[in-house]
């Protein structure tokens, strides 16, 4: 994991890219309108406009949902 320092807002943050895995930034929806992250890197905060643990906490909780469902359907 790398640490970088956000393009927009300066803040730290981990980069979570490597040879095998891509970045927790293509997980994340770009909510900067016209924004391209070509050559930059911003921290989620910024990419989502303050939104990144509310979307990440939804995610959770609907996957937490599908794996409920599937367990059901299982039994």
């Known amino acids: 994991m790398q640490k970088l320092i956000c393009d927009?807002?300066?803040t730290q943050f981990?980069?979570?890219s490597t040879k095998?895995?891509?970045c927790?930034?293509?997980n994340l929806p770009n909510l900067r309108g016209r924004f391209d992250l070509a050559g930059k890197c911003v921290c989620p905060d910024c990419m989502t406009q303050g939104q990144a643990k509310a979307i990440t906490k939804q995610r959770k909780e609907r996957?937490?949902?599908?794996?409920?469902?599937?367990?059901a359907i299982r039994l």
């Open 14 to 16: 981990n980069c979570g």
């Open 8 to 10: 927009e807002c300066g």
């Open 63 to 71: 996957q937490k949902h599908r794996n409920a469902s599937k367990d």
């Open 24 to 26: 927790w930034c293509v």
């Open 20 to 22: 095998d895995n891509s």
